[in-house]
């Protein structure tokens, strides 16, 4: 899910939570970005992660760390405000 703050500030709500079997692992990811240019140019704002391990927090300089504990999902999340800004043109 996609949520607009201002013109130049998105968050992007994802949820990768594993089942294997009855086991859940709950991973629940929030990441803000912020646009650096009028085209389709966003970055790292900062992010929040629930998991069963607990709730951490990243900030504006913590990308590289974000993206080390959670693969893909910041390149998930710039495809998902990029779709969403396309719908609301």
Known sequence: MVGKINEDNYYVDLDQTKW???LRFSKELTIWLKRFNKRDGF??????AITSRGWFSYGPNESEEF???WPNCLSAALLEVKEYIKKEN
């Open 20 to 22: 294997n079997g009855v």
């Open 67 to 69: 993206e080390h504990d």
């Open 43 to 48: 970055e790292f704002w900062c992010a929040d």
